[in-house]
């Protein structure tokens, strides 16, 4: 009869040690769950060049000393001159980066007013790039 007891006692310790081993895995992962904080990486946001904040001002500083006169040129500081910039981009692009003595590079010599900077410049490509929003 002794033989018998044997492999029941080794088999309940067995049983009692994986039934253990399953309480405490179970507890650590509970555990490990609650207290696992989830990471969210914020999405940097985007500022798009806008002609209010960005093109304006760079018209306003180079243009505007011969293009706010009564005999032509294009008024940037009105609502309509933005739709009038966005439609003349391409050409304002081009003038702007020409040679600078060559003919029709703009700021024209002699109307007080430097060349645009590279910064300036690569602000008006980027604007075109973005859409060519005003806000």
């Known amino acids: ?10 088999f309940i310790k067995i049983f009692t040690t994986i039934r253990t081993l399953f309480v405490v895995g179970f507890l650590v992962i509970s555990i490990w769950s609650c207290t696992k904080k989830e990471t ?3 999405t940097p946001s985007v500022v798009l060049v806008n002609y209010t904040a960005d093109i304006k001002p760079i018209f306003v ?3 505007t000393p011969c293009h706010l006169s009564v005999t032509g040129g294009f ?5 309509d001159d933005f739709v009038t910039a966005k439609t003349n981009i391409g050409l304002v692009l081009e ?10 590079f703009m700021p024209r010599a002699g109307s007080n007013n430097t060349a645009l900077s590279k910064d300036e ?6 604007w075109v790039i973005d859409g060519l929003t005003e806000k």
Do not use: S, Y
């Open 75 to 79: 008024k940037v500081n009105k609502w």
């Open 121 to 126: 410049i690569a602000k008006l490509k980027q």
């Open 40 to 42: 969210v990486t914020p």
């Open 1 to 10: 009869m002794k033989f018998n007891v044997l492999p029941k006692l080794f």
């Open 95 to 104: 003038r702007v980066q020409r040679d600078v003595t060559a003919a029709g």
């Open 61 to 63: 500083l180079h243009c």
